[in-house]
């Protein structure tokens, strides 16, 4: 149970990366107006999700629902995990509207400015926090 809680950690790390840093190159790409930066950050912004981002994602869910299999209805019962599961269906819609703006960038249909990535860049830390409370500190149990 430890290796499966320990890769369950490590994705969600590899993940969360990719969730802090994506929204960064949508900053820089917004604000970018030369040709070759546009096609740099469209290449990076494409290798980040598909290659760390959602495999991190996956695994993630994978290793997590593998730990919840291990005591299913001790999980069900604690209000807490109620409460993170629900953060991280809402930070699975977060990571698929991260990729909806990806295929506004690549298709050149960006309708946000630098200020809009400014202030999405910070939603992940509001989950972040939320999910490693719930997780550890077990406030409602």
Known sequence: MLWVKAFH?????????????L??????????RDPLSLAR?????????????????????IFGAVLWSYNFQG???????????????????YHLYLGKLLFAFKYDRN???HVFYRWLNEVP??????????AVVKPLT
């Not at 929204?23 to 604000?31: D, G, I, K, N």
């Not at 999980?75 to 819609?93: N, R």
């Not at 989950?127 to 490693?132: E, G, P, T």
């Open 9 to 21: 950690i490590i994705f969600m790390v590899t993940w969360f990366s990719g969730l802090f840093y």
């Open 41 to 61: 950050f469209k290449i990076m912004e494409r290798k980040l999700f598909f290659g760390i981002m959602t495999p991190g994602a996956i695994l993630t869910i």
């Open 75 to 93: 999980y069900l019962s604690q209000k807490w995990f109620h409460y993170k599961m629900m953060a991280v269906i809402l930070l699975i819609f």
């Open 23 to 32: 929204p960064r190159l949508y900053v820089y790409h917004a604000e970018a």
């Open 125 to 134: 830390v509001i989950f972040l926090i939320a999910i490693v409370i719930l």
């Open 111 to 113: 309708r946000h400015g």
